[in-house]
């Protein structure tokens, strides 16, 4: 009996040392350097062709989840397309990672900041349908205004080059939250 109370009391000391550890450490990605890094992409977005045409692409949320560890992404473009990705900071490896997944096809990459301070991702995209993948690298820029711009690009082997895949301007929208 007594080794079960001893047993027990070392138990509940263990299981509260842990959780006070987790209290003390409650937001680990709230609180150290690099999981903001992506910040600036957070937010209700309209995005737009980035020229003068101004032409609608969709809208795009981009949310922070998990005491800050998880940036999701959910995309509806001006046709119904949908995507969703998934971004986190890996601060072993000192990396971004976007997952990326819409219908048909998922974009797989890795980076970091760019000295001027725009998140540029590269990897691959695979396509479903062809049973292939290609090269791909993505860059996210903010604009002095708050706008940020994305540009993509894939590699094209037959020609050996990049070429652009997709660029879209991002400009915030207000939510009415009903407040």
Known sequence: MYRTALVLSALLSMG?????????????CAESSGFGDFDFWVGNWAVYSNDEERQFFGNNVISKHHGGCLL??????????????INYYNNVTNEWRQV?????????????????????????????????STPFRGIWTPQD????????????????E????????YVKVEVDDGQ
Not at 16 to 28: G, I, R, S, V
Not at 72 to 85: I, L, Y
């Open 16 to 28: 509260l040392a842990a959780c006070a550890n987790a209290q003390n450490n409650a937001q680990p």
């Open 72 to 85: 999701k992404e959910n995309w509806r473009s001006a046709g119904g397309n949908t995507g969703f990705s």
């Open 100 to 132: 990326w997944v819409a219908d048909g096809y998922s974009i797989d990459y890795t980076g970091g900041l760019t000295d001027a301070g725009a998140m540029r991702l590269e990897g691959h995209i695979y396509n479903y349908a062809e049973q292939r």
């Open 145 to 160: 205004n708050g706008d940020v711009v994305q540009h993509f690009d894939i590699y094209d082997p037959e020609q050996e």
């Open 162 to 169: 990049w070429t652009v895949w997709f660029e879209g301007l």
